[in-house]
């Protein structure tokens, strides 16, 4: 593809087991599910949401003298309970506290921000770090405790003393009631003061500051909800320009939108759509196409969508089809009956660029997760699993076999774990290092051109 | 250009050139002899269905009944019911609403103190 990055080609690239966290109890326990997974804009931080509605965040080992590469070890920095569950008694709906997405905000100051919602709300956290406290008050001694009669000649002026750091979070703002369905995506835009929300059918945009009114910019609720052809899967704001927005349809379309064209962009400025040959339709070719993840490349020139089977990318100068098609796991075309009776076929995969937009992560099923590279279009799998997770591990390639032989070492199409599903993965912006949520298990890998010796 | 799927056995493709879209044709029909009523195409049926949220009935009655109960015969909170079941045979108090006992601390951090 003319005009991708011209770093260094990805195909040497090994990788390599670096942490792994969470337990290894066979019973996975629901709340600890992982259901988002996000570095921040430098990849300091890693935060993860789960479906218990608590946000974990990791800090990477900081930079020592020595010359040596630096360390990939990410320790746990902060974590809190960012949403409860909650029953709207109106409707009598519960409101699940599961973390649908994690989005961090540019750094301003000291501090980090981070906004993180589920099916109904957005809530804006401020984490940051303490490392001294005030000391020294005339009216109350250290433990809180009321001072007896204070001699007017012996008044003391507090001052600040060091303590042991502690890191704080707490929420700034909280942005709800505005969603009728449930919230699948957030984006900040690049101005840092605004935010898109979307659901099933309506995006809004906020203002990072106000909580108590979002202004409606996409609605696609038809008159008579029985004519509901299509719905909103993803969204997500441009990197660069502030006033461009795509958001992706269960019907395989993604949708580019000009904030400066109208207040309410129904109208698409662009549609990018796959043209379909009418006579390959089949039951599943609608369901198949829903688009479950949309993410603008770092450079703002390309966009990668993820459907059931394939990683698709696109020239955002080229609505006509994508540049690219990356079979994800072609094998399980032959098994579609049997996914839709499970109702895996409605599984949501992300997907994610690496940091010179020179190749892109998607999960699979099996703890299986891949890798494609843009360039040399040549494609890796790679398996999380506990059993290769000693230090400095290296990943084997994977192969799944689809016909009657199977060759040594390869997995049989029939013995895949349909439970073992890989969701959710997040690229370092800048290193060789990837995150990938294995359900309840949190794990690490680390890229390295240069082989280890056994 | 697809296969010809009256031809193929029902269980897996045999001919090595099956096309996409003769697969997936071929599943479609192991899916209609399992479920003839099945609607063709889904559309906005099968959205609705998607886009319809787990509906826990809720009768303010009861749950009145259940509240005052629990205060005159200063009784323990009727047990803990199932996540599944949707209603049963007592109304939930608002202390069960959040009825994920989950721990407190995510085993991501619990793992992490352990490992480091």
Same mark, same amino acid.
Not at chain 1, 334 to 340: I, R, V
Not at chain 1, 362 to 371: A, D, K, L, P, Q
Not at chain 2, 14 to 24: L, M, N, V, Y
């Given at each position: 593809m003319a005009g991708m990055s011209t770093s260094a080609s990805n195909d040497d690239l090994h990788w390599y087991f670096s942490q792994v966290k969470g337990t290894m109890d066979e019973d996975v326990s629901e709340p600890d599910i992982i259901s988002t997974v996000e570095f921040n804009h430098d990849g300091e931080l890693l935060a993860t949401g789960d479906k218990g509605g608590r946000v974990v965040i990791f800090q990477r080992e900081p930079l020592t003298k020595s010359s040596e590469a630096r360390s990939s070890e990410y320790n746990v920095? #902060?974590?809190?309970?960012?949403?409860e569950p909650e029953f709207d008694y109106l409707k009598s709906l519960e409101i699940e506290e599961k973390i649908n997405k994690i989005r961090w905000l540019t750094r301003r100051n000291q501090a980090h921000f981070l906004l993180s919602t589920n099916d109904k709300t957005v809530k804006l956290w401020k984490v940051s770090e303490r490392e001294k406290q005030a000391v020294g008050f005339n009216l109350r001694d250290e433990e809180g405790r009321q001072r007896g009669v204070i001699q007017p000649n012996s008044l003391i002026v507090p001052r600040y003393e060091p303590m042991e750091l502690m890191i704080e979070a707490s929420p700034k703002k909280v942005f709800a009631n505005a969603h009728m369905y449930h919230i699948n995506s957030i984006s900040v835009n690049s101005d840092d003061a605004t935010y898109l929300s979307a659901d099933d059918l309506r995006i809004n945009l906020w203002n990072l500051e106000i909580t108590d009114r979002s202004f409606n910019i996409v609605d696609i609720k038809?008159?008579?909800?029985?004519?509901?052809?299509?719905?909103?899967?993803?969204?997500?704001?441009?990197p660069q320009e502030c006033h461009t927005f795509v958001y992706s349809s269960s019907k395989?379309?993604?949708?580019?939108?000009?904030m400066r064209q109208a207040a309410l962009c129904d109208e698409h400025a662009k549609i990018f759509e796959e043209p379909e040959d009418p006579n390959s339709r089949s039951f599943f070719s609608e369901i198949i196409s829903s688009i479950s993840d949309v993410k603008f490349s770092h450079n703002g020139r390309y966009m990668i969508t993820r459907d059931y089977l394939t990683v698709k990318v696109w020239d955002m100068n080229m609505e006509s089809r994508p540049v690219e098609t990356f079979q994800v796991h072609e094998h399980l075309r032959?098994?579609?009956?049997?996914?839709?009776e499970n109702d895996c076929i409605f599984d949501k995969f992300e997907c994610c660029w690496?940091?010179?937009?020179?190749?892109?992560?998607?999960?699979?099923?099996?703890?299986?997760?891949?890798?494609?590279?843009?360039? #040399?279009?040549?494609?890796?799998?790679?398996?999380?699993?506990?059993?290769?997770?000693r230090p400095r591990a290296l990943l084997k390639p994977k192969k799944v076999s689809q016909g009657?032989?199977?060759?040594?070492?390869?997995?049989?199409?029939?013995?895949?774990?349909?439970?073992?599903?890989?969701?959710?993965?997040a690229w370092h912006p800048q290193d060789r290092i990837v995150a990938v949520a294995a359900t309840n298990n949190l794990y690490i890998f680390e890229g390295n051109t240069t082989v280890h010796p056994r | 250009m697809s296969g010809s799927p009256d031809l193929v056995p029902q269980d897996e493709? /045999?001919?090595?050139?099956?096309?996409?879209?003769?697969?997936?044709? /071929?599943?479609?029909?192991m899916l209609k002899s399992k479920y003839p009523n099945l609607k063709p195409k889904g559309g906005s049926s099968l959205l609705q269905k998607r886009m319809q949220q787990k509906t826990k009935y809720f009768d303010s009655g009861d749950y009145n009944m259940a509240r005052a109960k629990m205060k005159s015969k200063q009784e323990p909170p009727p047990e803990v019911k199932q996540l599944n079941q949707v209603t049963g045979d007592h109304m939930p108090t608002p202390d069960e609403i959040p009825r994920v006992r989950k721990q407190s601390q995510s085993n991501l951090v619990i793992s992490s103190a352990i490992n480091s």
């Open positions: 920095y #902060s974590t809190f309970q960012s949403h038809p008159e008579n909800m029985e004519n509901l052809t299509e719905v909103i899967t993803a969204a997500e704001y441009h395989g379309t993604i949708r580019l939108c000009d032959s098994k579609l009956c049997s996914l839709y690496n940091g010179s937009d020179s190749a892109i992560m998607t999960g699979s099923y099996n703890n299986f997760f891949r890798v494609f590279d843009c360039n #040399s279009k040549k494609d890796v799998t790679l398996e999380a699993s506990r059993e290769n997770s009657g032989k199977r060759k040594k070492d390869e997995v049989s199409v029939d013995s895949l774990d349909f439970n073992k599903k890989i969701l959710h993965t | 493709p /045999q001919a090595p050139f099956k096309t996409p879209s003769g697969i997936e044709r /071929q599943q479609e029909e």
